[in-house]
């Protein structure tokens, strides 16, 4: 049976026509495939592309609709939906800007979905069926499984390959929670099907996704109860950016429980509740949805991995440092293997792929430098080592760092809170790690990323040109600071010396 997405209106038809189109013909496999991708997300895709590209015979399997979470349930829809989210808060922003709304603001809930639909479809082109097989590459609609170790059955047909990459990716996880599969609940595979704003909505889990949506929704006017269970949002960050962000979202409405255990899920008459405790104090949220965003899980497990001799655990399939499995024809790339999981992680690793699995590579996934970034508002990004990652593998460093507040694009743009902190082996300025909380961090990472693949020191920084006014200017700021470390009181002495022979 075809996949269905709700609702079933002009977009998300043309979304399907795209990403899992009917009726659809599969190819009659004949010979050995070079490469085989098992998955049409962004890893698999990457993969059987630059395959076929590059001249071999390329094929990708998908069960359900090609772009994966990306295209469908992730970056994409999400980040339609946060980008009307600020187009409403900033209409809350008059005061402070000089400018004033007659009358209320509504948010038009439907419109707002209708948009993010509408661009998830016009996007949808680019991972289109029609077009991966003009590009030579042939696409399978249906469940793979590995019936040998260099060969697979879909739909009744065998597939013969020299090499497979699988990118199968992941699926949202559910916590534990007595009740809460009785009363329902949003993951981010369902939340975007949604048509109507929920007057209540708690949402378990303060990572990225659970933070994003949490203030989306306050946004939209939704009543927000967020709950993590750390003493802070986003655990894996730095703790001062993630304080920064914590507080904006206290500022605008979202309810915090942080440190609080979920207990049991009831339905409530036509409402949801839920029992959670903290030091023995118990509380009941009364809400229309839950939203659950405390992680994923890997899709591994009907692969008939067996079969192929593909070693595996709940975590997902074992790769060593070049991506290979335990079966040496077979690679895995994106989130099937790893807790970096992110769609530029699963392009990167599809690249690595490439190379090892074609041309005998021996291209190391330890040495890739990659960002991460929550897009929250502001923005909080990251790359490389925290100081106490640093301090766990003994590297001793330097630390600079800038304040949005003196940056003058920051405090023309009235987004001044946030700061970019980098981090440098000790004495060297080489880049080691860096956190930036801003509302552009996403595009400020990118600088710093550039240093750390390609070795160089905030030298290298200092010594470039940034437009002015700009935020990246606290980039440059902590680019100055690093020189300025290099002007030692023996440097500084012979300056002077030589000034004072000139004059």
């Not at 949202?172 to 009740?179: I, K, N």
């Not at 550039?450 to 437009?467: E, N, V």
Request: proline share 4%; charged share 20%.
């Amino acid at each position: 049976m075809p996949p269905q997405i709700e609702p079933a209106d002009e977009f998300n038809q043309a979304l399907l026509a795209n990403a899992h189109p009917t009726p659809w013909q599969n190819p009659r496999p004949e010979g050995r495939y070079n490469l085989v991708a098992i998955g049409g997300g962004t890893a698999g895709i990457i993969a059987a592309l630059g395959a076929a590209g590059l001249g071999g015979r390329a094929a990708i399997i998908e069960r359900h609709l090609l772009g994966g979470d990306c295209l469908n349930f992730g970056c994409v829809p999400s980040k339609a939906l946060l980008r009307s989210a600020r187009a409403v808060h900033q209409t809350t922003l008059g005061a402070e800007y000089g400018f004033a709304v007659d009358g209320a603001v509504r948010t038009d809930f439907p419109a707002v979905m209708q948009r993010m639909r509408r661009l998830r479809a016009q996007i949808s082109h680019h991972d289109s069926a029609q077009r991966f097989t003009a590009l030579g590459v042939d696409v399978f609609l249906g469940s793979a499984v590995f019936t040998g170790p260099d060969t697979l059955e879909v739909d009744g047909q065998s597939l013969r390959f020299a090499r497979a990459v699988i990118a199968t990716g992941g699926r949202a996880a559910a916590p534990e929670l007595d009740g809460l599969a009785d009363v329902g609940y949003l993951t981010n595979e369902t939340v975007f099907s949604l048509t109507t704003l929920p007057r209540r909505l708690v949402v378990i889990g303060a990572g990225p996704v659970g933070c994003e949506l949490a203030q989306a929704f306050r946004r939209f006017g939704s009543e927000v109860q967020l709950i993590g269970r750390g003493d802070t949002i986003l655990p894996k960050e730095d703790p001062a950016a993630a304080r920064i962000v914590q507080a904006q979202l206290e500022r605008e409405g979202v309810h915090l429980h942080l440190g609080w255990k979920t207990l049991r899920a009831e339905r409530t008459g036509d409402s949801k509740s839920l029992l959670i405790e903290r030091a023995g104090q118990k509380q009941k949220l009364i809400a229309d949805e839950f939203l659950v965003a405390v992680g994923r899980r890997p899709n591994c497990e009907v692969l008939g991995l067996e079969a192929a001799g593909v070693a595996y655990t709940d975590r997902g399939v074992t790769v060593d440092d070049h991506l290979r499995t335990s079966n040496r024809a077979i690679f895995a790339a994106g989130d099937v293997c790893s807790k970096q999981q992110f769609t530029h992680a699963a392009d990167a690793m599809a690249r690595l792929c490439i190379q090892n699995a074609l041309f005998l590579g021996r291209k190391r996934l330890s040495s890739l430098v990659i960002p991460r970034c929550t897009y929250t508002d502001p923005e909080l990004a990251q790359v490389g080592l925290t100081p106490a990652e640093a301090a766990a593998q003994g590297i001793a460093i330097d630390s600079y760092r800038a304040e949005l507040k003196d940056v003058d694009r920051a405090i023309v743009d009235g987004e001044d809170q946030g700061f970019a902190l980098v981090h440098t082996r000790k004495g060297t300025g080489r880049v080691i790690g860096a956190t930036i909380v801003a509302p552009h961090a996403g595009e400020m990472i990118a600088e710093i990323t550039l240093l750390m693949t390609r070795k160089l020191s905030l030298g290298a920084l200092a010594s470039s040109i940034h437009c002015y006014p700009t935020q990246t200017e606290a980039l440059k700021r902590i680019a100055d600071g690093y020189s300025r470390t290099r002007l030692t009181p023996r440097v500084a002495g012979l300056f002077k010396k030589w000034l004072a022979w000139r004059r």
